[in-house]
């Protein structure tokens, strides 16, 4: 019933935006028409009436252009081959067009509209059946237009959008011409809707015949062994025999966001695990030391849940693992794995852990290693862990003095984010959860940070509804950066997510971890700000709306380590950007700001604006941070 109900208001959205198209259409239709006639009767040459035509379908997405009539005279006075281009060009300006009105629409209203909940249920389903859409539309009058918007509104992947529109563009720009220089106007409709279809279907095909083709071409001749076949060692052979692999996964897992998560009326855990359960089940439990000390009844609160809800899941163990940033080695991982190998843990078992980033980073990586893969359910205990950390799909540790050097990509089986562990965290956990929802919002969505403007100091205050609320935004983006970003295991150079943190990482190694996480990144993101408006890329008035926010949430964006030098003698905290760029396996790549809720990576970083970035920060900032920062015990 929801998810019919879901549908249902998010066709409701879309025919209010066709409706809306349909009436400026039927209402200035025929005064747009006779403009269109008195221009194309007009002494008009070639080139202006080429470039009229181009700007007509670009914005034929908003304003009622009868696209048909402008067509059919763009091929009758330029020809077949120049019309049917001029159009194709027009089209494809007006399908860019029409997907950024849609990204634009989303980022400021649609899912508010409609709600969370539905807005993901009906981007779910179009994203799934979102290219046949668009080629089954592109020739349909209103509904071409309507499904450009649909298709930014939802976020639908660029590669997949480019391909169906050029292609079935590409046939509707052919079926104009022949339309128009052959002056056929009997069954129009029907040769633009089989020339859409048509051109896509063999473009995609064509586009598959040549990647499959492309694909592991470049080969290198094998030596031959002096094994079985009698080859003669040391000779070379040029023709080989490849086998193509391939194959795709899909990943889907929940994100629940709830309270008092272990009470036996609460089945969010209970409706995970139970349809995977088996006979070989079993469920281990690894909880952070800060939180056995905060939840002192935890380990008989899990039994019990487990013995009235899921008593054909047998409880394993419930072990306590340190917290923080020193729990990400080798040694807590063997330990772990040492314990799921004496309670028989193997593929059919489930692994909770329950705790902050740290130890969810930690008891993630153990389990993906164990038996190639355990399943795994992250509980969050922190604002930083429920936000960004806990709901992604990285895991690791630290080695080497290097942060998250060592790692496997794991999506979980769910994350259960319980907002009642939040209570009993100090302010400053509290606080430096924000960093993220701060630096997601400055790079992704204008009217989140607007929002936490207007709510800083309900913030700052850790008010429980303003927090959930921020929680949930800021996971929604990371969860869309991820899901959406088309690079989901990172093998790509870009790192939107780390915005700030190539300093952070360098920061927080070079004072052993004293800093939270999120303080660091508090001043990461106060550093590169600064950067970017010294390089231009960003307005003063911007810049200090990003660092007034972060101050009046809390954080200090100054610390005397960024003035501490190295042993080449240039300052430490520059060591990042090299760290930076083999943590991301090839160029260096650094998102900065251009504006609210709009970034672009750059390649170099200048090191004097750099130095210069960091003087602004401790001349505005320095004062205030002189105390040093004094560590509040494990995160918890």
């Given amino acids: 019933m929801e998810f019919e109900k879901s549908i249902f208001k998010f066709v409701l959205f879309i025919v209010g935006i066709a409706s809306f198209i349909v009436a400026s259409f039927l209402i200035l239709n025929d005064f747009v028409g006779v403009w269109i006639s008195g221009v194309i009767n007009s002494d008009l040459e070639s080139f202006p009436f080429s470039v009229l035509v181009f700007l007509l379908l670009t914005f034929d997405v908003l304003l009622p252009v009868p696209s048909s009539i402008v067509s059919v005279a763009a091929s009758s006075i330029l020809g077949l081959v120049n019309g049917a281009f001029v159009i194709w060009l027009g089209m494809m300006a007006g399908s860019f067009f029409g997907y950024w009105v849609g990204y634009r629409c989303n980022k400021a209203f649609v899912h508010r509209v409609l709600g969370e909940r539905e807005f993901k249920r009906a981007e779910m389903l179009v994203s799934r059946f979102g290219t046949g859409m ?13 499904s450009v918007i649909l298709a930014g509104m939802t976020g639908m992947q660029r590669r997949p959008f ?48 040549v990647k499959h083709f492309t694909t592991g071409k470049d080969s290198c001749p094998l030596p031959a062994g002096s094994g079985a076949g009698g080859l003669v060692t040391g000779q070379l052979y040029t023709n080989q025999a490849v086998i193509q692999a ?64 899921c008593d054909t899941i047998p409880v394993l163990s419930v072990v306590a693992v340190p917290g923080g940033e020193p729990c990400k080695t080798r040694v807590q991982v063997e330990k772990m794995q040492q314990v799921m190998l ?12 329950i705790g902050g980033g740290a130890v969810l980073d930690t008891v993630g990586f153990a389990a993906a290693s164990f038996h190639r893969g355990v399943h795994l359910i992250r509980l969050p205990t922190t604002v930083l862990a429920q936000n960004d950390a806990g709901v992604g799909v990285k895991n690791g540790i630290n080695d080497q003095q290097k942060k998250n050097l060592i790692g496997a990509f794991q999506p979980p089986l769910a994350v259960l984010n319980d907002y009642d562990f939040l209570t009993t965290l100090s302010e400053r956990d509290r606080r430096a959860g924000l960093a993220e929802a701060v630096k997601v919002a400055a790079i992704r969505d204008q009217a989140l940070f607007e929002w936490m403007e207007a709510h800083a100091d309900a913030l700052a205050q850790a008010e429980p509804e303003a927090m959930a609320y921020s929680i ?35 920061m927080e190694s070079l004072v052993k971890y004293a800093l939270r996480h999120g303080e660091a990144v508090a001043i990461g993101i106060a550093l590169d700000t600064e950067y970017a408006v010294r390089a231009g890329m960003l307005s003063a008035k911007q810049g200090a709306r990003v660092c007034h926010l972060l101050h009046r949430l809390g954080f200090q964006l100054w610390h005397p380590v960024l003035q501490q030098l190295g042993d080449n003698g240039e300052a430490a905290f520059l060591e990042g950007l090299e760290e930076f760029r083999q943590h991301l396996g090839g160029a260096l790549c650094v998102t900065l700001l251009t504006d609210i809720g709009a970034a672009i990576e750059v390649n170099t970083m200048n090191k004097a604006l750099l130095l210069e970035a960091r003087d602004a920060l401790a001349q505005r900032y320095g004062a205030a941070a002189d105390t040093q920062l004094t560590d509040a015990g494990p995160v918890c």
């Fill in 342 to 353: 004496r309670q028989g843990v193997d593929r059919h078992c489930f692994v909770l852990a």
């Fill in 162 to 209: 480019i391909l169906a529109t050029a292609f079935s563009n590409a046939g509707v720009a052919c079926a104009y011409g022949y339309i128009g220089s052959m002056a056929q106007q009997q069954s129009s409709l029907l040769i633009l809707i089989a020339g859409s279809v048509l051109f896509a279907v063999a473009g995609f095909v064509l586009y598959s015949v």
């Fill in 472 to 506: 949930r935004e800021c996971a929604r983006l990371h969860l869309n950066q991820i899901t959406q970003g088309g690079d989901p295991f990172e093998y790509g150079e870009a790192r939107p997510l780390d915005f700030g943190h190539w300093s952070a990482h360098r």
């Fill in 246 to 309: 391939g194959f795709d996964i899909h990943y889907q897992y929940p994100v629940v966001f709830t309270r008092n998560l272990f009470s036996p009326e609460n089945k969010s855990l209970q409706n995970i695990l139970l349809p995977k359960a088996s006979r070989n089940t079993g469920v281990i439990v690894f909880v952070d030391a800060g939180v056995m000390t905060a939840w002192p009844g935890i380990t008989q609160k899990i039994e019990h849940y487990f013995q009235a809800v």
């Fill in 134 to 146: 668009l080629v089954a539309m592109r020739a349909v009058p209103v509904l071409a237009e309507t």
